[in-house]
């Protein structure tokens, strides 16, 4: 049987989305199991994994703010939500 040039194309697509969040996976493992996290932490600074794939620094204060305004999603990862550049919103009381 023959498979047509459009499910082969789909095929490859979804094959690369699969590698790149395979990848991505055990990138977070990697740093995970590292302690690169706990390190940071006792030198006041959080890491955090921004929208991009990248992971950043933030000093206790910024990373509390935006933990309270809805800008970090908690987990095994803590992940930004928003562009870093974006101002550390005030949460409302």
């Given at each position: 049987m023959c498979m047509s040039v459009s499910?082969?194309?789909i095929l490859q697509e979804r094959s690369k989305t699969n590698?790149?969040?395979?990848?991505?996976?055990?990138?977070d493992k990697?740093?995970?199991?590292?302690?690169?996290?706990e390190y940071f932490a006792?030198?006041?600074k959080n890491m955090?994994?921004?929208p991009?794939?990248?992971?950043?620094?933030?000093s206790t204060e910024d990373y509390t703010r935006r933990r309270k305004a809805?800008?970090?999603?908690?987990?095994?990862v803590d992940?930004?939500?928003v562009d870093l550049d974006a101002p550390a919103a005030e949460p409302s009381p």
């Amino acid at each position: 049987m023959c498979m047509s040039v459009s499910v082969y194309i789909i095929l490859q697509e979804r094959s690369k989305t699969n590698k790149e969040k395979n990848a991505a996976n055990v990138w977070d493992k990697t740093v995970m199991s590292m302690g690169y996290d706990e390190y940071f932490a006792a030198v006041d600074k959080n890491m955090v994994l921004l929208p991009n794939g990248k992971y950043a620094l933030l000093s206790t204060e910024d990373y509390t703010r935006r933990r309270k305004a809805g800008q970090i999603k908690v987990g095994a990862v803590d992940r930004l939500l928003v562009d870093l550049d974006a101002p550390a919103a005030e949460p409302s009381p």
